[in-house]
């Protein structure tokens, strides 16, 4: 009988997955799956990773957005370098960067003035999903524009605010 019970439960936990049980902050490029911290409204969007040390190998963080639009993204208040791709709604890679870290806001200087000389990232077409991962980690696994990305677009969408 306790066979029986352990195929039922593994049987009830596969059909779980297949029926959109699945993290969405789960993602997998080139063969490796990241854990990513999910970042859907203007409030986390707005933090992002600002004051985050250290980026662990398989995380960081993924933005969702209502709708596929041109985005761009600035090093504010980050200390650490990180990789950053725009991602389409299907799951391809429209465009990377390596993101450096820029000095902090200087005693005197204007919140305006600090915001005014941040380096922009604009992604060049519309992307729907911004990804923020370890610096490096487009050169190590040869990350380019038409890379797939395996992600849970609807749920993620159906996230974004």
Same mark, same amino acid.
């Given at each position: ?10 049987? *009830?936990? &596969? ?19 990241? =854990? ?33 639009? @041109? %985005?761009? /993204? ?14 389409? @709604? %299907? ?23 600090? /915001? =005014? ?10 992307? %729907?999903?911004?990804?923020? *991962? ?18 849970? &677009? ?8």
């Amino acid at each position: 009988m306790p066979r029986t019970v352990t195929l039922i439960v593994l049987a *009830l936990t &596969a059909l779980l997955a297949a029926c959109g049980g699945s993290d969405p902050g789960r993602i997998e490029i080139k063969g490796e799956v990241f =854990n990513l911290t999910i970042s859907a409204d203007d409030a986390t969007r707005a933090r992002g990773l600002g004051g985050v040390a250290e980026i662990p190998e398989h995380g960081g963080m993924i933005f969702a957005f209502r709708s596929p639009e @041109p %985005q761009g /993204f600035w090093m504010r208040d980050c200390i650490t370098d990180m990789d950053i791709l725009y991602v389409d @709604p %299907q799951g391809f890679v429209v465009s990377a960067y390596t993101m450096v870290a820029e000095a902090p806001r200087a005693e005197g200087e204007s919140e305006q003035a600090y /915001f =005014n000389r941040l380096r922009r990232y604009p992604s060049g077409k519309p992307a %729907q999903f911004v990804i923020e *991962l370890k610096a490096r980690t487009i050169d190590r696994l040869g990350i380019v524009p038409g890379t797939k990305v395996t992600l849970d &677009a609807k749920a993620l969408k159906d996230l974004a605010k």
